[in-house]
């Protein structure tokens, strides 16, 4: 079974404080993907990242930042964190570049005060 | 106007009803479709998915896929309360990484 796993389920922060989310699977994807989650918006991506030390912004880039120095790992990083980036954050990963089914996390809830 | 549009309910339906959920979405050169389901506080995990037009059936579930009407439909057959989730429709065009997801629609299922 794929695992992808994020390293808080709830995080709570203060508005310019540098934050860190941390993804990690467990079967040698290529892909991984951040997500925020907000109601009434869906799921809306802010990077892709296709190998290691290679990202792609996604639909909603800024304020946040992206690190893959290794195959498994894929680090979210809020610069300085506000209050419009209090969200429900998922990470996903897939095996190959085109459709190929896309395996989440559990998700972390991040709210910055 | 949103490339994908679903209904975000909440659909609250007896225990034993069908169920229909839908999608509709504007860019035609979607070829795959993928409906995930996610439980409250978890992650999204993958239900169905179909390639192009037509109908994919696995148990209880059926995909519905009408690119003519730009129309995907999940129907849930007798429905129980482990079905109560909210499902999240999703799409892609051919070599490509991107997903678009719709906003999700809240399913309860009463007892």
């Known amino acids: 079974d794929v695992k992808v796993t994020q390293s808080s389920r709830y995080l709570v922060k203060r508005t310019g404080e540098k934050v860190f989310l941390e993804c990690v699977q467990d079967?040698?994807?290529?892909?991984m993907f951040w997500y925020r989650q907000d109601p009434g918006l869906g799921l809306r991506l802010i990077y892709f990242?296709?190998?290691?030390?290679?990202?792609e912004k996604g639909d909603i880039p800024e304020g946040y930042s992206v690190s893959r120095e290794k195959k498994e790992r894929f680090s979210l990083i809020l610069e300085s964190a506000s209050t419009n980036q209090t969200s429900m954050y998922l990470c996903?990963?897939?095996?190959?570049?085109?459709?190929?089914?896309?395996?989440f996390g559990p998700g972390t809830r991040l709210t910055v005060l | 106007q949103k490339e994908v549009e679903q209904d975000p309910g909440p659909l609250s339906v007896p225990e034993g009803a069908i169920v229909s959920l839908n999608c509709t979405y504007s860019?035609?050169?979607?070829?795959?479709f993928m409906w995930y389901r996610q439980y409250s506080r978890k992650g999204p995990e993958l239900l169905m998915y179909?390639?192009?037009?037509g109908n994919k059936e696995d148990g209880r579930f059926t995909a519905q896929v009408d690119k003519s009407s730009k129309y995907i439909s999940l129907f849930i057959r007798d429905s129980q309360p482990s079905d109560s989730a909210t499902y999240l429709c999703?799409?892609?065009?051919?070599?490509?990484?991107?997903?678009?997801f719709g906003t999700g629609t809240r399913l309860k299922v009463l007892a």
């Open positions: 996903a990963s897939s095996l190959t570049y085109s459709y190929n089914e896309q395996f």
């Open positions: 079967m040698d994807h290529e892909n």
């Open positions: 990242s296709y190998d290691v030390k290679m990202k």
């Open positions: 860019n035609s050169a979607f070829q795959y």
């Open positions: 179909t390639y192009s037009s």
């Open positions: 999703a799409m892609s065009t051919s070599g490509t990484y991107k997903y678009i």
